[in-house]
């Protein structure tokens, strides 16, 4: 008898895997430390045994999920393109534009790719993610990141 086979979370379990082993393989070249004395490869090294840990749990289950009509893949080409070009319109708009204004597009547009987009959830998620990375890595973290396009503060 053949077992039933979620063909999205196994797909999902491999991605997961395969990220995990990359990161596990690319953080050796750091110095991993121990627990008590963490080296800069710790934490890749870590993140990527959990994510490996969870690809695998991932493509067990997915083995005894009786799949559905919805369980087959469909790649959709417009999702990945908005959302890649968020990200790297992100960086480069970051220097000019500044922090706000930059998280601003990313999220609201990367939303658009959704076929569920919702202006008011994207503008609601947009100021809780500023918030956060306000927070984070302003204010704990000290990065020297410009907040404001550059123009608006400029002195001639």
């Known amino acids: ?4 086979i979620h063909q999205k979370n196994l797909a999902t379990a491999f991605i997961f895997i ?4 990359v990161a596990m393989v690319f953080s050796v070249a750091y110095k991993l430390g121990t627990a008590a004395n963490m080296g800069p490869g710790y934490f890749p090294f870590a993140l990527g045994a959990i994510l490996t840990v969870l690809g695998i749990i991932v493509a067990t289950q997915s083995l005894s999920i009786p799949p559905d009509k919805s369980s087959r893949i469909s790649f959709k080409i417009k999702p990945v393109l908005m959302i ?5 319109i992100f960086g480069l708009s970051l220097e000019p534009l500044g922090l706000f204004a930059s ?3 990313l999220v609201i547009f990367s939303s658009m790719a959704s076929d569920e987009f919702n202006l008011k959830e994207a503008v609601i998620n947009t100021m809780a993610l500023l918030l956060m990375v306000f ?3 302003i ?3 000290e990065f020297q990141l410009p907040l404001w396009p550059g123009f608006m503060f400029s002195h001639s």
Request: proline share 5%.
């Open 1 to 4: 008898m053949k077992p039933d």
């Open 139 to 141: 204010y704990f973290l």
């Open 84 to 88: 890649l070009s968020s990200v790297f």
């Open 103 to 105: 998280v601003m597009f």
């Open 18 to 21: 395969a990220l995990g082993i």
């Open 135 to 137: 927070i984070i890595f």
